[in-house]
């Protein structure tokens, strides 16, 4: 539970810290289950632009986990 819970804290401060542009892209993507065209629909972004976005967020959030301690 204490390993969940930083876990939970660590991605809570991420979200926090990213470009509201890209938090969006992310949540909507991950938390709200849209699919990529969907997303990218809603922000008149093309699909490409949409999967690069979110590639860059995983890999910003994979570092950020291992810089914290948790992956």
């Not at 590639?55 to 810089?67: D, F, G, H």
């Amino acid at each position: 539970e204490r390993d969940r819970q930083a876990a939970v804290e660590a991605l809570d401060r991420f979200l926090d810290g990213l470009p509201p542009l890209q938090r969006e892209v992310f949540l909507r993507r991950y938390w709200y289950a849209e699919g990529v065209a969907q997303v990218a629909d809603g922000l008149g972004w093309s699909v490409s632009k949409t999967k690069s976005s979110l590639m860059r967020t995983r890999n910003r959030l994979r570092a950020y986990l291992e810089k914290e301690g948790l992956r």
